[in-house]
């Protein structure tokens, strides 16, 4: 996905078919167009950060769940994607006490895209590996599948 790209929406395609990881991911794209509309609409640095702040404090209770999964379902990548999670989430990190540092709207503006665009590959990339899986699993052996599906909370 390009940067230039402000608009993401749902597809079908980027559906891992677990419905609250879905929701999870469902909500941070809506959080991304948020994002990239304030930053498109100019807003000041304080609304962008507040965003920013959110999107990062939901992604972060995002990656616990989801690592909270794949430990469930026994995914063979679950700490290479643990571990993801958690260089993507020291990066950002960095980048956001660069964030708050700059001053020229232009600098501060293109860490924000870049934070963002580091959450939208991780979740086009790394979680499409785990959707993958669970599908070729499923028709492997169905009735494993909607035990695993059983075995998930209802509630985040
Ligand atoms: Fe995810
Ligand atoms: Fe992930």
Avoid at 129 to 143: E, I, V
Wanted: aromatic fraction near 8%; glycine fraction near 2%; charged fraction near 25%.
């Amino acid at each position: 996905m390009e940067q230039l790209e402000w608009k993401i929406s749902w597809s079908d395609s980027l559906s891992v078919g677990v419905p609250e990881i879905d929701a999870e991911h469902r909500k941070f794209i809506a959080r991304v167009n948020e994002l990239n509309e304030a930053i498109v609409g100019c807003k000041s640095k304080p609304v962008v950060e507040r965003l920013l702040d959110l999107m990062l404090m939901e992604a972060s209770h995002h990656f616990w769940h989801e690592q909270q999964l794949l430990q469930r379902w026994n995914y063979p990548e679950r700490a290479a994607h643990a571990a993801k999670h958690a260089q993507l989430t020291a990066q950002l990190e960095r980048v956001m006490k660069e964030f708050a540092r700059a001053d020229v709207s232009f600098t501060w503006a293109l860490k924000g895209l870049y934070i963002k665009q580091q959450l939208v590959d991780h979740l086009l990339h790394e979680d499409m590996k785990y959707r993958d899986f669970l599908q070729q699993n499923a028709q492997r052996n169905p009735g494993e599948r909607q035990n695993a599906r059983a075995q998930t909370p209802e509630t985040v």
